[in-house]
């Protein structure tokens, strides 16, 4: 669940509990979000039934669990489409994938997480945890290192301030000084490397996804499995990475809202 947003009043409290239902992946019944919210059960349970009463919840009739609503859905998929690299990216990863025969990764930063938007699996696909819409760590994947990396000294305090350093495998960097001079290397690079550090045995190199102003839009990356490759392998399609990368930023550039195109016409 996100930190609690004080100064956000009622909105931030709803959207904590849209949050937290949302992380347990399934539908969830009203003593169990008690056990996990910081909030007086009088208070989930009013800001609860407001969420279902507008539809960005909705409780199954028959066993009482509350699920995000189909209000929620339509949000969300509006969202993918005006808001997510994923539809912009599209015919780009499809080529990557294809030219690179591994598992393909576009992800957004949200708030110093992972937001995976969108994945290609690899030729013979591998388990791995990341799927598109789920949230994974930034300070131990390749595409979450790729947007550190790149961020204004500003955004990276704060991004890093949201970093848990769990050590998930023996390679996982897990102090801030390690990960800062790791960073370093990738802005040098240009490029980010997973070493087995969220997951063992799954390496990638991933490339930032950078506007013309140096701007960090989001993060692509090749990822096998051991079993299957090296990163000496993976590292071989780094210019093609970082073209594909470039591709996308250039076509996220030039890409308008339709109510902004509209309003550009008319103002001619």
Same mark, same amino acid.
């Given at each position: 669940?996100?930190?609690?947003?004080?100064?956000?009043?009622?909105?931030?409290?709803?959207?904590?509990?849209?949050?937290?239902?949302?992380?347990?992946?399934?539908?969830?019944?009203?003593?169990?979000?008690?056990?996990?919210?910081?909030?007086?059960?009088?208070?989930?349970?009013?800001?609860?039934?407001?969420?279902?009463?507008?539809?960005?919840?909705?409780?199954?009739?028959?066993?009482?669990?509350?699920?995000?609503?189909?209000?929620?859905?339509?949000?969300?998929?509006?969202?993918?489409?005006?808001?997510?690299?994923?539809?912009?990216?599209?015919?780009?990863?499809?080529?990557?994938?294809?030219?690179?025969?591994?598992?393909?990764?576009?992800?957004?930063?949200?708030?110093?997480?992972?937001?995976?938007?969108?994945?290609?699996?690899?030729?013979?696909?591998?388990?791995?945890?990341?799927?598109?819409?789920?949230?994974?760590?930034?300070?131990?994947?390749?595409?979450?290192?790729?947007?550190?990396?790149?961020?204004?000294?500003?955004?990276?305090?704060?991004?890093? $301030?949201?970093?848990?350093?769990?050590?998930?495998?023996?390679? +996982?960097? /897990?102090?801030?000084? *390690?990960? &800062?001079? !790791? #960073? %370093?290397?990738?802005?040098?690079?240009?490029?980010?490397?997973?070493?087995?550090?969220?997951?063992?045995?799954?390496?990638?190199?991933?490339?930032?996804?950078?506007? $013309?102003?140096?701007?960090?839009?989001?993060?692509?990356?090749? +990822?096998? /499995?051991?079993?299957? *490759?090296? &990163?000496? !392998? #993976? %590292?071989?399609?780094?210019?093609?990475?970082?073209?594909?990368?470039?591709?996308?930023?250039?076509?996220?550039?030039?890409?308008?809202?339709?109510?902004?195109?509209? $309003?550009?016409?008319?103002?001619?």
């Amino acid at each position: 669940m996100t930190e609690s947003k004080g100064g956000d009043g009622t909105v931030g409290k709803a959207l904590e509990v849209l949050d937290l239902i949302a992380s347990f992946n399934r539908p969830v019944r009203f003593a169990e979000l008690q056990g996990k919210s910081p909030f007086p059960k009088a208070t989930l349970y009013r800001l609860i039934q407001a969420l279902t009463h507008q539809g960005m919840l909705a409780q199954d009739p028959d066993t009482g669990a509350y699920a995000p609503g189909i209000r929620l859905v339509r949000l969300a998929h509006a969202a993918w489409q005006q808001s997510s690299l994923a539809p912009i990216a599209r015919t780009h990863i499809d080529e990557l994938s294809r030219m690179a025969g591994q598992t393909i990764h576009l992800a957004q930063l949200d708030g110093g997480q992972v937001l995976y938007v969108d994945k290609r699996n690899a030729r013979e696909p591998v388990e791995m945890f990341s799927q598109a819409g789920k949230v994974g760590p930034g300070y131990c994947t390749g595409v979450g290192k790729a947007m550190l990396a790149f961020l204004t000294e500003a955004e990276l305090d704060a991004a890093l $301030a949201r970093q848990s350093f769990h050590r998930f495998t023996p390679s +996982t960097l /897990t102090t801030r000084e *390690t990960l &800062l001079k !790791e #960073l %370093e290397a990738i802005r040098t690079r240009g490029y980010a490397f997973d070493r087995e550090e969220h997951e063992a045995g799954i390496v990638c190199i991933a490339a930032p996804i950078l506007s $013309a102003g140096g701007r960090v839009l989001g993060a692509l990356s090749i +990822t096998g /499995t051991l079993l299957r *490759t090296t &990163l000496t !392998e #993976l %590292e071989s399609f780094a210019p093609l990475l970082l073209q594909t990368a470039r591709a996308i930023a250039q076509d996220a550039e030039s890409w308008r809202f339709p109510g902004q195109q509209t $309003a550009e016409r008319s103002a001619e």
